[in-house]
């Protein structure tokens, strides 16, 4: 029972940084959008918009709560980040992860957000060094050069045509 009564620091989302260009120009006023949820039912949600240079930051977010303590709760972090830019919303950062603490391959990618509206978006893996044969999985039009494997293309026939 004392564990109900105890507060945890649950880890929503690191700082994240990052760049929007369209068609290699930087974009100036669009709109970024994280929407974070904890357990299915904390919510958070903060908006920042780009510079003249497209660059945008975001801090990071922690909140208290009980439910860690709670053996029926399910401890899962779903983070969601948007662009809004000339009516058009594209996502720029979607995943979810087991746990309230960070992960460090998730705080690296959320420090180099740079997409380009005219990506396509995709669905990718990459690599949960404490855990190998649990990848972490996500939807974005940002690049990474390292540690970012694509295997969905968004909208289109050629699905899992990496596998063929």
Not at 27 to 55: C, F
């Amino acid at each position: 029972m004392v564990g109900l009564m105890k507060k945890y620091d649950v880890h929503m989302c690191s700082e994240v940084k990052g760049c929007i260009l369209n068609n290699g120009e930087p974009v100036n006023g669009a709109r970024i959008r994280r929407e974070l949820t904890y357990a299915h039912s904390a919510v958070e949600i903060d908006e920042t918009v780009t510079d003249a240079n497209g660059h945008f930051s975001m801090p990071e977010i922690l909140i208290t709560s009980k439910k860690p303590g709670d053996m029926f709760v399910h401890d899962v972090v779903l983070q969601r980040i948007t662009i809004l830019s000339n009516e058009e919303t594209y996502v720029l950062w979607n995943t979810k992860h087991l746990g309230i603490e960070p992960f460090k391959e998730i705080e690296e990618k959320l420090l180099t957000l740079h997409g380009d509206l005219s990506s396509q978006e995709v669905r990718f893996t990459f690599p949960n060094k404490k855990n190998p044969s649990l990848e972490f999985d996500g939807l974005s039009i940002c690049r990474w050069e390292n540690d970012f494997e694509v295997f969905e293309l968004e909208e289109s026939e050629g699905y899992f045509s990496d596998f063929v």
